[in-house]
């Protein structure tokens, strides 16, 4: 087990984060839940990028699908109540825990570095293709710019 600890500036003087059973004994969504949740947007959305907000490697994937004008979704997981949990299902559904994890017409496609290199072989705008016609955007800049990230 690991143990970090944080020093607040708050009422709490320091607090203890534990890693392991706190995540499953935390309030929340449960392992099964969080699993129906990534699988309920990732089956209802062409492309899905699980997200943290600061993360350059996720800002690249959302910069790839600006430029070639795709619609996408986002789930930013620091701003989730669940994220970490999310992150775990993630990690256990496609074998990485680290984000950005891009989903296209259901199939995990990796990370930022990989969505980059489909996108520079030519191999992104096929697979987005094969969607629903709606995830293709008439607008230059990609519907993913302004998207508000998923609270469900």
Known sequence: MFT???IYTSKQA?????MGNF????????????N???QDVVSSNCVVIFSKTTCPYC????NVFNEIGATYKVVELD??????????????????????????NGQCIGGGS?????????????LIEQCRPCCLST???GSGNGQQPNQS
């Not at 320091?14 to 534990?18: A, C, F, G, N, V």
């Not at 995540?23 to 969080?34: E, I, Y």
């Not at 990989?114 to 096929?126: A, V």
């Open 4 to 6: 970090r600890g944080c």
């Open 14 to 18: 320091y607090h203890i984060l534990r």
């Open 23 to 34: 995540t499953s004994s935390a309030p929340g969504l449960s392992s099964s839940a969080c």
């Open 36 to 38: 129906q949740f990534v």
């Open 59 to 62: 800002k690249m994937a959302k």
């Open 79 to 104: 701003e989730h109540n669940d994220g970490r949990r999310l992150q775990e299902t993630l990690a256990q559904m496609t074998g990485a825990r680290t984000v950005p994890r891009v989903f296209i």
């Open 114 to 126: 990989d969505t980059k290199q489909l996108h520079q072989q030519g191999k992104l705008l096929p």
């Open 139 to 141: 607008s230059p800049e």
